[in-house]
T-cell receptor, first 111, second 115 residues
């Protein structure tokens, strides 16, 4: 699976958009980008995934660059409950269930 | 619709003991994966069970073993516990298709402390 690079921490004001970047410059054509988040001492929560097109669901939007070497997770109106560690994961078709987590980004949403 | 459940929530053991952790998958899911998360680290893949067999395994010693039952629930067993086995153990379930878009959903985890 391709390696990902994320900033260790980010801050965001409540009500503003949180934009979390992820670099995956070695991604292959058949690999998907997945995002999970983990609120303190809880299990990781699935957020969204995509291949090359932008994706949106009720939680967030995922923007993948045209060359697919980076992506951005957007939480449009961050709340205090969005404070968590956010993990960007690149997943290949050969990995079956294996998710390879990095260190993630600690997002802190301030009042 | 119940999500992934794990038991117990917390567990304290001493070095050399054995421990069994349990996981019930989300309704409709037939595949269970186990992860270990040390303090301050991301989860690390231990293994995955599908059709009652270990389908894939991460870089963990044989002290870590598992089992899947016909109702798709699963157990993680760790023998000869070491202090370094202290961690949050996470279970994730999925549909088992093996597809790259087969999303995993995680349980709340079991916190194991080895003294």
């Amino acid at each position: 699976d391709a390696k990902t690079t994320q900033p260790p921490s980010m801050d965001c004001a409540e009500g503003r958009a949180a934009n979390l970047p992820c670099n995956h410059s070695t991604i292959s054509g058949n690999e998907y980008v997945y995002w999970y988040r983990q609120i303190h001492s809880q299990g990781p929560q699935y957020i969204i995934h995509g291949l090359k097109n932008n994706e949106t669901n009720e939680m967030a939007s995922l923007i993948i660059t045209e060359d697919r070497k980076s992506s951005t997770l957007i939480l449009p109106h961050a709340t205090l409950r969005d404070t968590a560690v956010y993990y960007c994961i690149v997943r290949s078709g050969t990995s079956y269930g294996k998710l390879t987590f990095g260190q993630g980004t600690i997002l802190t949403v301030h009042p | 619709d119940a999500g992934v459940t794990q038991s117990p929530t917390h567990l304290i053991k001493t070095r050399g003991q054995q421990v069994t952790l349990r996981c019930s998958p989300k309704s409709g899911h037939d595949t269970v994966s186990w992860y270990q998360q040390a303090l301050g680290q991301g989860p690390q893949f231990i293994f995955q069970y599908y059709e009652e067999e270990e389908r894939q395994r991460g870089n963990f010693p044989d002290r870590f073993s598992g089992h899947q039952f016909p109702n798709y629930s699963s157990e993680l067993n760790v023998n000869a516990l070491l202090l370094g086995d202290s961690a949050l153990y996470l279970c994730a379930s999925s549909t088992g298709s093996g597809s790259i878009t087969d999303t995993q959903y995680f349980g709340p985890g079991t916190r194991l402390t080895v003294l």
